[in-house]
C-alpha cells in the first residue's frame, strides 16, 4: 500500500529522468496546476521537482500528488489564496488529474 503525499510548490519536471522509474512504479498520482488552472506538469522553478524526487527516493512507499502553488521559491501577496485553493473539498484537482 503506498501512503498519499501532497507536495505544495512550485510543480513537477515529469520530462526529467528521474522519474521514468517511479511513473513505472504507479507513485506519482496527480499534478494541478493552480497559478494557471492547468493539469499540464510543469515546473519553471526546479525547486518542486527536486522536493518531489527527494520524497520519492527517501520514502519508497509513497504516492504523491503534486500542487503548483509557487511560481518561484519566494512566497508572494498571492501565495496565501493558492494554498487556501488546496484545502479539503478542493483536493478533487489533484486527484482528477491522474498520469
Do not use: C, W
Not at 501512503?3 to 519536471?13: E, N, R, S, Y
Not at 522519474?19 to 522553478?45: H, L, M, T, W
Not at 525547486?47 to 504516492?63: C, D, E, F, I, N
Not at 478533487?92 to 498520469?99: A, D, K, N, P, R
Request: glycine share 8%; net charge negative.
Amino acid at each position: 500500500m503506498l501512503v498519499k503525499v501532497a507536495i505544495l510548490d512550485t510543480g513537477i519536471d515529469l520530462n526529467h529522468p528521474v522519474f521514468k522509474d517511479f511513473i513505472a512504479r504507479d507513485q506519482i498520482g496527480g499534478f494541478y496546476d493552480f497559478i494557471n488552472e492547468s493539469s499540464i506538469p510543469v515546473d519553471d522553478n526546479g525547486h518542486g521537482t527536486h522536493v518531489s524526487h527527494l520524497l520519492l527516493k527517501t520514502a519508497p512507499y509513497s504516492r504523491i500528488y503534486v500542487a503548483r502553488v509557487f511560481e518561484d521559491t519566494e512566497a508572494d501577496d498571492g501565495t496565501a489564496l493558492l494554498v487556501a485553493k488546496v484545502r479539503p473539498g478542493r483536493q478533487e484537482h489533484l486527484t482528477q488529474h491522474v498520469f
